[in-house]
């Protein structure tokens, strides 16, 4: 499988995997809505590994990393950010 062609998977296992990332725990929690190339839309939270003053939304969304987590009600998302369509902030 062609990594460029995934959207998004959702993790079965191992739920826990974004809060193994050194710096989890004081990353800014940002609770977001995110549309998707297929049409989907996921809403939960990521976390913008940045420092303060240069933690929003925006910043996250210029990270070179390819693959990002998504942590919904629904489970653990793992996205293709060339995938992401569209990115706002929600309310949590």
Excluded: C
Excluded at 70 to 90: C, K, Q
Aim: aromatic letters at 8%.
């Amino acid at each position: 499988m062609n990594r460029a062609h995934v959207i998004s998977v959702k993790l079965l296992e191992r739920t826990n995997e974004p809060q193994v990332d050194p710096g989890y725990d004081v990353a800014t929690e940002r609770h977001v809505e995110m549309r998707l190339s297929s049409g989907s839309v996921l809403t939960g939270a990521v976390r913008v590994y940045r420092p303060p003053g240069r933690d929003r939304l925006s910043y996250y969304a210029r990270l070179p990393d390819i693959f990002r987590y998504v942590e919904s009600p629904e489970g653990v998302f793992v996205v293709n950010r060339a995938h992401i369509v569209d990115l706002r902030e929600t309310q949590a």
